[in-house]
């Protein structure tokens, strides 16, 4: 029976240390994120119908940045806020998974 | 004139249906590690007492050149019988016939022997391995779904109903398993998704095989849809036989009575449990020790491990036990383990099962990632769960009941009809660390040696309040027992309350948070 005996991990409840195992779905939990306003992601998988800007072009608010088709339904997405692309990670055809980073902006100082 | 020429003509005519998709379909099922429906449904029953209605049922398809087809059963063979010499209806898909496709006659059959469990109050048995809606069939299987939801949505909480998986089940066809009370899946055998690895892989890029989007693992470890993992077919029948053994046939009875049995566990339940409280041990070994023949029949045994939740027997009778686990995550409750434990009690509530609930437990589970998830409502679940629930409820504290934790798990104040603690129960409003930090902060901070002041502030905390008698003082605890005495006051409670009745305002139903 020795051989089989488990490994507990220390694990933290409310200040208090317990020993004890991890379930495989704990382990798997991702970290949390703050958001990042200079992300656009992408809200569900889809794929890139057009791209409207490149990288360095200074873009005005509600400027289009990307069109994309996802559950047979065709997207706009705006420019945020007036300011500069800094990079553009995908290309019309591109099929995009939940939460993917597609461009990344940079806010005008003024 | 002799009969004779007609029964032979009956005889051929059920043969020839009964192959359902013909020996080259059988073969391949047969490779896939599979059994035919038939074999199924026999390996289930009481030996000889399957009897099967609507053999002869073709299918209705007239578009894209099905009319000139012959699917025997339309796929699906419905049939009632005996389980421990008590009558059960069942149903099985035929994957040799069409892929088990569901059309509008199979989905008939299937309504038909719904509706006959219903009507006489018996449990219904589902086997599952399908390839979906029969495509040719269009709007017409969408309808049989449907007509299937409706009848598992009516049935649920009046007759057991359980899905076996023995195959595919995607798509529409995976709501009525998620509607039925217990789900049942078999390595390598069961596939469970709403859009298959084909429709990932062309939509998203993303690839992964059946086994690893919707098998038999992650359902149980994952996705709490499976409630009982098998390695094998066989090993799957033991165990849907093992749990009608402890379930009533509907919810104006009760689940069949046994002979007393003393439990058999080899160890002492006063050796089981640590004294200090940061340390593990496995809460089912209580739960066998206090067991008829410490016979415990885990549900859910894979997912969120972090409670227990299971049927066993005193004194002969059914009971629901519901217990932290502190082996796996301290035994918290977070939103999986309230919501497995929470159905499990409406399930004993709706069938008349009495709730044994054991405490060890150290608080909610911090975490961005639980608040996010919504661990209030979920939370809130258990809340909703004991506290309607009018049969009997009994809870032993073991060990750790703090915060809401101690409020959630079946506590007088949600109704419980007897409540017992060990001496070793730690009742407070949280642990000694946290609570010492906050009532005595201001000496902490102020001592020369803040640690050494900490210890000893927590010590002083502990001794105080982290015991069972603050809470027996006001009377939210019944009695604080031995834990060699556990067995038989759960044999007396069970046996007080037999005949309780707890009526509650007239309502069609309540809003629980789900």
Known sequence: MEENKPKYEVFVVNTAQYYTLLTKKHLMRKKWQPIDPNEVRSLIPGTILEVYVKAGQEVAAGDKLIKYEAMKMQTIIEMPFTGVIKEVMVSEGDKVRKDQVMILLEEEII | ?514
């Open chain 2, 1 to 514: 004139m002799s009969l004779k020429r007609n029964i032979l003509d009956l005889r051929r005519r059920k043969k020839e249906a009964q192959q359902g998709g013909g020996e080259a379909a059988i073969g391949k099922q047969v490779a896939m590690g599979k059994k035919t429906a038939r074999e199924r449904i026999k390996a289930i029953l009481d030996e000889n007492s399957f009897h099967e209605y609507d053999l002869f049922v073709e299918h209705t398809g007239k578009d894209f050149d099905m009319e000139k087809k012959v699917l025997h059963g339309d796929g699906v063979i419905i049939g009632t019988g005996t389980m421990y010499n008590q009558p059960v209806c069942i149903y099985a898909q035929d994957f040799t016939v069409a892929g088990g496709s569901l059309g509008l006659m199979h989905a008939r059959k299937i309504t038909k022997i719904m509706d006959h469990a219903l009507k006489m109050r018996v449990p219904i048995i589902g086997i599952n391995d399908s390839g979906g809606a029969r495509i040719q069939e269009g709007v017409n299987s969408l309808a049989g779904y449907g007509e299937i939801f409706y009848r598992n949505t009516a049935a649920s909480g009046v007759i057991p109903q359980l899905s076996v998986i023995l195959g595919p089940c995607a798509g529409g066809a995976v709501y009525s398993p998620a509607l039925t009370d217990f789900v049942f899946v078999v390595e390598n055998i069961s596939k469970m998704f709403i859009t298959g690895p084909g429709v990932i892989k062309t939509v998203l890029g993303e690839e992964i095989s059946m086994e690893e989007l919707g098998g038999a693992l992650v359902h149980s470890e994952i996705t709490g849809n499976a409630h009982f993992y098998a390695l094998s077919e066989d090993e799957c029948f033991e165990q849907i036989k093992k749990l009608i053994s402890f379930i009533p046939w509907n919810n104006t009875q009760k689940a069949l009575r046994f002979p007393t049995q003393a439990p058999s566990f080899p160890v002492s339940i006063e050796d089981i449990v640590p004294s200090d409280s940061h340390y593990p041990y496995d809460i089912r070994d209580i739960i066998k020790a206090v067991s008829d023949s410490s016979d415990f029949f885990e549900i859910m045994e894979l997912f969120a491990r972090n409670i227990v939740i299971g049927f066993g027997r005193i004194s002969g009778n059914t009971v629901g036990f519901v217990a932290n686990q502190p082996m796996y995550l301290a035994g918290v409750l977070d939103c999986d383990s309230s919501d497995k434990a929470a159905r499990f009690i409406r399930y004993c509530d709706a069938f008349n099962i009495p709730i044994v609930t054991l405490e060890d437990m150290p608080g909610y589970l911090p975490g961005v990632d639980q608040e996010h998830a919504g661990v209030i409502r979920h939370g809130a679940k258990l809340l909703y769960a004991y506290s309607e629930a009018t049969v009997p409820k009994i809870t032993v504290i073991i060990r750790k009941a703090y915060g809401g934790g101690y409020i959630a798990m079946n506590s007088r104040h949600l109704g419980a009809d007897f409540v017992y603690a060990w001496p070793t129960a730690e009742i407070a409003v949280m642990g000694p660390e946290g609570a010492a930090n906050i009532v005595f902060r201001k000496e902490i901070d102020e001592a020369e040696n803040p640690a050494e002041m900490r210890k000893q502030k927590i010590q002083e905390y502990k001794d105080k309040f982290a015991n069972p008698f603050v809470a027996a003082s006001k009377g939210y605890i019944d009695e604080v027992i031995e834990p060699l005495e556990t067995r038989a006051r759960l044999i007396h409670s069970l046996e007080i309350s037999e005949h309780k009745v707890d009526r509650r305002p007239t309502k069609k139903h309540g809003i629980p948070p789900f």
